[in-house]
């Protein structure tokens, strides 16, 4: 847990580092109820002066979309977007992400809602992003149940995306297409390794030295509570309440 | 030559015992009022497509008994949790899932609107998603060396069900940026439509009305029903009534809340 | 980040030699004024595809010996008969032409635009269309039995080029019902428009607009260009200008005739 | 020719015939630059009080598409367009259609517009009525140069469409399918069969005594000057001014 006297919020912190993440790029998509990717994404637009454009799936004015729902995938298809984010019930050590269910599929013990987009994005999106706040050996699997979108694919299988790191409340893994494995890159401030190591249900690589994630900056806090939560509170006024207490703008 | 039906029954006629019935996702524009009409008259064994996800209209449909099968990428309530009678469903094998994914789906219309029977689509592969679908083949890209695709059959529902904004005399409906809709009336046998009202003129005669509207030509039956989308939202009209939904997640838990609900939103008020 | 272009030249410079460019048909929105520019600029080996067929514009183009390839269905001036430059171009073996049917070009665009290397499509077996194309393949339909079907290669253009009634400033365009033109550009890598006027606003703020409007996301160069289609038609804007049509008709017959068109119209006209 | 004191202009008795074979169906579509096709059509939605529905692709008002381009197309692949008209640059006696050239297609002597939707809607659109007022030698050939699209198919090609007739100046012929052959039915008044033959590229069947065919009953010229010339003033002014002397309605 972040020390209370900290001058920042968790959700700050794992913003600003996918913000990071997702570097400098024309468009980032962000599905639904994602409202940290979300911030992520409009800190990227604001420090880019506009670039890159955003897609918040969930709300028609944070969209640019006019050819119904087909046209964010037929978007991707044209690799016209460079970064998307992804979740899953369960996500295991080779970046494959189950949102189906746990069990046999046939007589499933869980089921979650379904793989929605993934099994496509996951392919054609140079920049998935995974994201997930809950850091356990319940999400953080050895091998999922079920493959919803695999993290890597054969050589002779096109594929023009994948994984490129995973953020959880405790950590930021970057993933190794090439070797199909997560690296752990730096620990939350106010978590350690142990454990991580203690909530991860898959093997991981790891430096010999752990960084400690850096935290935002002060500008950084600045242009999130400022420019960004305003923005924000438009599509997501609970959250913007919550971490910024910003209410929606007339 | 589609009329103004008289009453949302004689709208739903043509969604017949065992159809294959294709519905929209939430956002897009969901016929909420007659999925009420058709509980009430018992309609059974739907095989439901959802184009690409669905939440309250198929749990409701799922929860009442009228569901054979579902195909679809995901149903869920958002951000009111899982769907509580689906997911019982599931766990005790109550009905069929055909797990699939959004662009396939998007695809898998086109394919039929274009009448063709099949469209290729890139990903899946590796995914159980293609693992659990023996409809779904992957062939050699006959343009290149060694790539392996997709193909995905055509889908042709025979009803495709949705609500909009509003439609003229001639059966036009005005769908907007709703895209999906238009192809999946293209794919369907039939499409049926509740709006919010009717426009007094030629929703093709207006060139700005023109470019987000369906033609008459493809709808065969259009009722009106006054905010027949809720408790969902209508685009650009209405937005979630989020009390009612988390009313609904919290009842539908269990059989007997869910009986509660039906017995209060659906059998008794027949008009809503 | 779209812009509005400082004059019409800045806005066509994406169009360089060699490059694959698609155009629409003439019903949709030609950019005529941004064709006689081209001409003016001198490009040359222009590889048009025309979706799905073309008059005037490629006609000139032809004449002016900008061309060196056309993909398209159909070539003529319509009621104003054959197209003089193109056929004699043909008859001479000065262009090569990729002879195509509407729904094919249709469907080759719809590849790209949805990411897919082909699209299958009915029709066209035993055509000599199909036998001249060694880009198109035949297969069997692998969800049937002994179903051959035509497959199609994506067509993926370098440039899209079309004059639509309206953009905003932030690069939006209103294209109404003329749909193609929105596949045009999802297919294309990058997209000039020049068009009649701005928009004062967000044409993606108005539902009612929104719906007719290809994304300025797409768009890579906009110049407005007052009556940028004459003398062929905008759509719901203004009609043909026939009196000019036959003159064209009459003068682009011979090839001196087709020398005193251009200079009278394209290069002395530097505004027309 | 039809002697000068007929009741009726030639362009009307074709309209009649095509408006017979258009039959009961639920929507015929009409190319551009068809102006007896239209009149024919618009006769059939008028008796059938509405139905058809009737596409005039010259004319975006006289279309329901709001799809772009490939509506018709699309329509046409559902299987709900089921009447439409082809020319032909040539037209053989195996209903082939050439819109592409004459002589050899790499160095041809004459070169037609191309085959526009022909290559496809023959295949799916069951009854193509082929529609050529120039009946000569030069057009109705005994082997077209080129196939935009062929008049029969394979039994395994999936095939919906094809020709069910070819009218002409001088006659009406019908198509069979299954014998890849047309059929004389009948020959205009003021014509002969004799003047048919000399002028016909092909063989064709015939019955033992030709019929003329019928001439449009008093009904019909009445429902075609009263009702449909005004509808197609709007599309085809100067065709109405000059068979109808009807002018475009204000």
């Given at each position: 847990m972040t020390p209370n006297?900290?001058?920042?919020?968790?959700?700050?912190?794992?913003?600003?580092?996918?913000?990071?993440?997702?570097?400098?790029?024309?468009?980032v998509a962000v599905g639904n109820a994602s409202p940290i990717p979300a911030t992520a994404a409009l800190l990227a637009r604001t420090r880019g002066n506009g670039r890159p454009y955003v897609s918040l799936l969930g709300s028609p004015?944070?969209?640019?979309?006019?050819?119904?729902?087909?046209?964010?995938?037929?978007?991707?298809?044209?690799?016209?977007?460079?970064?998307?984010?992804?979740?899953?019930?369960?996500?295991?050590?080779e970046g494959n992400v189950n949102l189906v269910s746990v069990g046999d599929y046939e007589k499933p013990i869980a089921r979650f809602p379904g793989s929605f987009g993934s099994s496509y994005l996951y392919f054609v999106v140079p920049k998935v992003i995974l994201f997930r706040t809950e850091h356990s050996k319940r999400t953080l699997v050895p091998k999922v149940s079920f493959i919803s979108a695999p993290g890597g694919s054969a050589d002779n299988v096109r594929r023009t995306g994948g994984p490129i790191a995973l953020i959880t409340n405790r950590c930021l893994f970057s993933f190794d297409r090439t070797r199909r494995r997560f690296r752990l890159e730096s620990v939350h401030p106010g978590h350690t390794l142990d454990e991580v190591i203690a909530n991860t249900g898959f093997a991981f690589e790891q430096p010999p030295i752990v960084p400690i994630t850096p935290v935002p900056s002060a500008e950084?806090?600045?242009?999130?509570?400022?420019?960004?939560?305003?923005?924000?509170?438009?599509?997501?006024?609970?959250?913007?309440?919550?971490?910024?207490?910003?209410?929606?703008?007339? | 030559m589609p009329v103004i039906a008289r009453s949302l029954d004689d709208a739903l006629a043509p969604i017949v015992d065992g159809c294959v019935l294709a519905i929209p996702r939430e956002s897009t524009g969901v016929a909420m009022a007659a999925t009420r009409a058709l509980i009430r008259r018992g309609v059974k064994r739907l095989k439901l497509v959802a184009l690409p996800t669905t939440s309250l209209q198929a749990d409701l449909l799922v929860g009442a008994g009228c569901v054979e099968s579902i195909e679809t990428s995901a149903v869920s309530l958002g951000e009111f949790g899982p769907a509580p009678r689906f997911t019982a469903a599931i766990l005790k094998g109550a009905i069929r899932m055909k797990d699939a994914t959004c662009p396939a789906l998007h695809a898998a219309f086109q394919a039929s609107e274009k009448g063709v029977p099949f469209m290729p689509l890139r990903g899946l592969i590796g995914s159980d998603v293609l693992k659990h679908r023996a409809d779904w083949k992957v062939m050699d890209n006959p343009f290149d060396e060694n790539d392996p695709i997709v193909l995905l059959p055509a889908i042709k529902p025979d009803v495709t069900l949705f609500h909009a904004p509003m439609a003229d005399r001639n059966g036009n409906v005005w769908i907007g940026r709703q895209r999906e809709l238009v192809t999946m009336a293209h794919a369907s046998e039939r499409t049926v439509v509740t709006v919010e009202n009717l426009y007094d003129g030629d929703l093709l005669a207006d060139r700005t009305l023109a470019a987000g509207t369906l033609p008459g030509f493809y709808v065969e039956q259009v009722a009106v029903v006054e905010r027949g989308g809720w408790p969902l939202p209508l685009p650009e009209h209405y937005a979630w009534d989020g009390e009612h939904l988390a009313e609904y997640a919290r009842l539908a838990t269990t059989e007997d809340g869910f009986k509660k609900y039906l017995d209060k939103y659906v059998y008794e008020r027949q008009a809503a």
């Open positions: 006297e900290a001058p920042f919020r968790d959700e700050e912190l794992l913003a600003a580092v996918v913000a990071d993440l997702i570097g400098d790029v024309r468009h004015k944070h969209t640019f979309f006019t050819d119904g729902g087909r046209e964010l995938f037929d978007c991707a298809g044209q690799g016209r977007i460079d970064v998307f984010f992804l979740s899953g019930g369960e996500i295991d050590g950084t806090l600045r242009l999130m509570r400022e420019v960004v939560a305003p923005e924000l509170a438009e599509v997501y006024p609970q959250f913007a309440a919550k971490v910024f207490a910003v209410r929606k703008s007339a | -």
